[in-house]
């Protein structure tokens, strides 16, 4: 007994280390992957240190659930292909300890880590999330920092183009400046053409401070049309002008409120409650709409006979008259009007069912959208333990350790779990196959494999092991 529980130090110690190298390349990895998509709203804005920390820190949790599936799945190979290569699997199973007997205190850490994946996803990855896409937003929103490049125009200044020859960086001096002031309109455009300048921020970081030295303004006296010839314009001539310009490059967090309907930013609860809500939401709107349609169908309002008499029909079925001997009993003007009447109604009636059928599409997709979310919280988390079914057995298979072989055959099972993960997913997400059957699909494929390779791994072990008793 004594010697079982040594051994199950020894394996644990021998993957734990594994893993928590393999759990940080793998999120190191993602998060490179994450922030590739998102490079452009950080490059040249002048982010503080904090807010770039708090991005890399929401960022970093997000990714702990997708990370830990790819470093189990690479630390279990590692470790049963160096055991293998060693050849300490075959003593463990010489000694009468089955693969399962082997396995069975990772097991035990495995689902551990299946309940951390779930706690993550399910308490701190909607917070995070929040916070993350909060951060994404207000970077977004926030102004670049002025760094006005030679030779070519810039635009970064909201009404304004500026366009500046030489640049000296050791004084801010600018040489040959051009600008285009569209505040008031392309019409209405202002240029001036100025010998050198200089940009400068206000204390408050509120407002740009323009300072040019000899040059001209230009300004049309009233707005251009392109059928006139000749527009007045204003010419002034300056030895000194100074001018202010509305610039916020202040960090503004915007509010969170905008994340509360959506699915990533909830909790296993809160999904449910939101997906309950939504269908009942549907049903009584189909509803509804069905009966307005069923009403108005068959319902005709006012059918004018001639110029002079009127018959009004509040109520009737079309079934129970000949339409067709009442239009052609019309005269030519008559069948003019009821065919625009008809054409009219109709487009009405078009666009009032593509706008309500657009709003039950659009909470067709929010629904769908929080049952994925839903499922997947389950899926992620179980797919921890189906990786290390698939990992352990193959890796006693290969029986190659290292970075070598291991990388390979992980990176590979993890492109096609990727690859069925993310085509069930999307046939979800848009409808096309049942949720459950969407973002169960890839478990449905990968436990069984995981299975067989136990069984083959267990019996390519026993084989071994006997060859070796009568040797």
Known sequence: MLRIKKLDIF?????????????FICLFIFMMQFLWKYVDEMVGKGLEMNVLAQFFFYSALTLVPASLPLAILLAALITFGNFGERFELLAMKAAGISLLKIMRPLIIFISIICCVSFYFQNVIGPKAQTKLWTLLISMKQKSPEVDIPEGVFYDEIDGYNLYVKHKNRKTGMLYDVLIYNFEKGFENAQIIKSDSGRLEMTADKQHLYLHLYSGEQFENLKSQNMNQ???????????????????????????????????????????????????????????????????????????????????????????????????????????????????????????????????????????????????????????????????????????????????????????????????????????????????????????????????????????????????
């Open 229 to 471: 010839k000749n527009v007045p314009y204003r010419r002034e001539a300056f030895v000194e002008k100074h001018a202010i310009i509305e610039f916020n490059s202040d960090f503004n967090m915007v509010d969170a409120g905008f994340m509360s309907n959506q699915s990533n930013s909830k909790d296993m609860r809160m999904l449910q409650a939101g997906i309950d809500s939504m269908k009942v939401q549907n049903d009584s709107v189909g509803r509804s709409y069905y009966k307005e349609a069923m009403a108005s169908t068959y319902k005709a309002t006012t059918n004018t006979l001639s110029k002079t008499d009127t018959m009004k029909i509040e109520s009737a079925r079309l079934g129970n008259y000949d339409v067709d001997s009442l239009f052609n009993a019309a005269t030519l003007m008559q069948k003019q009007k009821i065919m625009s009447t008809a054409v009219s109604r109709a487009e009405s009636a078009a666009s009032d069912w593509s706008f309500k059928g657009f709003n039950i599409s659009q909470t067709e997709t929010s629904l769908r959208r929080h049952m994925t979310s839903w499922h997947e919280k389950l899926t992620l988390s179980l797919a921890c333990l189906i990786f290390f079914f698939i990992g352990a057995p193959l890796g006693g298979i290969i029986r190659k350790g290292g970075l070598g072989m291991p990388v390979v055959v992980s990176v590979l099972i993890f492109i096609i779990y990727y690859i069925i993960n993310n085509t069930g997913y999307k046939m979800a997400r848009d409808g096309k196959w049942i949720v459950w059957m969407g973002m169960w699909t890839s478990t449905a494929v990968l436990a069984p494999l995981g299975a067989f390779l136990t069984y083959k791994s267990n019996n390519c072990l026993l084989y071994t092991s006997d060859a070796a008793d009568e040797a």
């Open 11 to 23: 394996i644990l110690k021998s993957f734990c280390m594994l893993f928590m190298g393999t759990f």
